[in-house]
Nanobody
Framework: QLQLVESGGGLVQPGGSLRLSCDAS????????IGWFRQAPGKEREGVSC????????KYANSVKGRFTISRDNAKNTFFLQMNNLKPEDTGVYYC?????????WGQGTQVTVSS
């Protein structure tokens, strides 16, 4: 079965950290452009960060620059989003995404809640 599965979400206080993981099964991530998106309640899904197939190029939304780090481990067929100094406005469902030409996979989402 071809799928992406996220993990690592949860409840954290402002200023805290979480590390999200996204494991791919049924296909190899090596040539895929991958990314993280999030959707807050009542808002549209937005891009958070993405990374090229080689890992040599990364991009971040302005709202998370300097706080979040995207990385990938092609050998383990997985990728990550390290989130530091979390803020209440980071709350939402986080989705991982793998994109190669017209082939796109989405994970099921993991909830991140930043609250005191």
């Amino acid at each position: 079965q071809l799928q992406l599965v996220e993990s690592g979400g949860g409840l954290v206080q402002p200023g805290g950290s979480l590390r999200l993981s996204c494991d791919a099964s049924g296909f190899t991530l090596d040539y895929y452009y991958i990314g993280w998106f999030r959707q807050a309640p009542g808002k549209e899904r937005e891009g958070v960060s993405c990374i090229s197939s080689s890992g040599g190029s990364t991009k971040y939304a302005n709202s998370v620059k300097g706080r979040f780090t995207i990385s990938r481990d092609n050998a383990k067929n997985t990728f990550f989003l390290q989130m530091n100094n979390l803020k209440p406005e980071d709350t939402g469902v986080y989705y991982c995404n793998a994109n190669l030409d017209s082939t796109i996979y989405w994970g099921q989402g993991t909830q991140v809640t930043v609250s005191s």
